[in-house]
């Protein structure tokens, strides 16, 4: 079967499936989705060996009970974030947020030299997007996905909420632009970058690190500011942005450049400590550190 062929029948699939559920209570579908992905991930075993290693990695003095309860808050926070992002109310999802150091982004934002918005795959990273794309222009850099039509459907949702998609291939030209015009320019930092990155310190272990905030931030001078989405045990969000880092000090070589993206890296990392539950442990964070860049 084609490539084309086979992303149009994907996406029939996935439309008809959104169709059906937007005729049902949020309510209902938010519950449902939540425990379909735990049942699903438990049937058919999706990642969960890369995750239990992973965990096992991180945390060596878990049980194997406690890892396993960690991986199902996973799926379960997914499967909430997915009934979330597409069949949720904007305005009363917005309802149930708080934020903590909005000051410290919008100071940031004041500076005039655009921001660096560094975070990670944690928590309901797409809400907070939106909250603050409701606030200030903001841009998202991220991968584009396999299957061209349910991506082209989603960044669609994505810039009805004021989101802009910047396709990661070849994306320094649209940064750069972007920055000087005083968006917020979000990046993902918490994935595997093999020989795109340099080789760091994450969770305990070595990791190949993606370089762009540090890089363009040194270029730049434009401030790093750093927030993450954290869902409360009562089902509220707490969007939490912490104050931003300066560039100023750090020169464009490969010395400064891996200290800088450690440092980000490091205050991604403590909330992922503090609620594991919370963050994508099916990605292969670890694989790629043999072909980092090292100093």
């Known amino acids: 079967m084609k490539k084309v062929t086979k992303s149009k029948i994907e996406f029939f699939f996935f439309k008809l499936f959104i169709n059906v559920f937007k005729l049902l209570p949020y309510k209902f579908t938010r519950s449902f989705l939540a425990n379909l992905f735990v049942f699903g991930a438990s049937l058919f075993d999706i990642r969960n060996s890369i995750a239990k290693k992973q965990l096992k990695m991180v945390f060596p003095d878990k049980t194997d009970k406690e890892i396993k309860n960690i991986i199902k808050k996973m799926y379960y926070h997914m499967g909430l974030t997915t009934a979330e992002s597409y069949f949720g109310n904007k305005e009363k999802l917005f309802e149930t947020c708080e934020v903590q150091g909005w000051e410290n982004l919008k100071d940031a934002v004041e500076m005039g030299k655009g921001v660096i918005l560094a975070t990670g795959h944690f928590g309901n990273w797409e809400l907070a997007g939106k909250y603050i794309a409701a606030h200030f222009d903001l841009v998202v850099v991220g991968k584009r996905q396999r299957n061209r039509y349910f991506d082209d459907y989603t960044n669609a949702l994505r810039l009805k909420d004021n989101v802009i998609v910047i396709n990661k291939k070849?994306?320094?030209?649209?940064?750069?632009?972007?920055?000087?015009?005083?968006?917020?320019?979000?990046?993902?930092?918490?994935?595997?970058?093999?020989?795109?990155?340099?080789?760091?310190?994450?969770?305990?272990?070595?990791?190949?690190?993606?370089?762009?905030?540090?890089?363009?931030?040194?270029?730049?001078?434009?401030?790093?500011?750093?927030?993450?989405?954290?869902?409360?045990?009562?089902?509220?969000?707490?969007?939490?942005?912490?104050?931003?880092?300066?560039?100023?000090?750090?020169?464009?070589?490969?010395?400064?450049?891996?200290?800088?993206?450690?440092?980000?890296?490091?205050?991604?990392?403590?909330?992922?400590?503090?609620?594991?539950?919370?963050?994508?442990?099916?990605?292969?964070r670890w694989k790629g550190h043999k072909k980092a860049r090292k100093i």
């Not at 080789?199 to 690190?209: I, K, V, Y």
């Not at 730049?220 to 500011?225: L, N, V, Y």
Request: aromatic share 12%; net charge neutral.
């Open 170 to 284: 070849n994306a320094l030209r649209p940064i750069l632009k972007m920055l000087g015009e005083g968006y917020i320019v979000s990046l993902l930092m918490d994935q595997n970058a093999g020989r795109n990155g340099v080789l760091t310190d994450f969770l305990g272990h070595e990791a190949s690190t993606f370089v762009g905030a540090a890089k363009i931030a040194i270029k730049t001078g434009c401030p790093i500011a750093l927030a993450y989405a954290i869902r409360k045990d009562d089902g509220k969000h707490l969007f939490v942005c912490e104050e931003s880092i300066s560039p100023e000090g750090f020169k464009n070589n490969l010395e400064d450049i891996t200290k800088f993206t450690e440092i980000i890296s490091k205050r991604i990392e403590k909330y992922i400590y503090q609620y594991p539950h919370l963050w994508f442990w099916v990605h292969k």
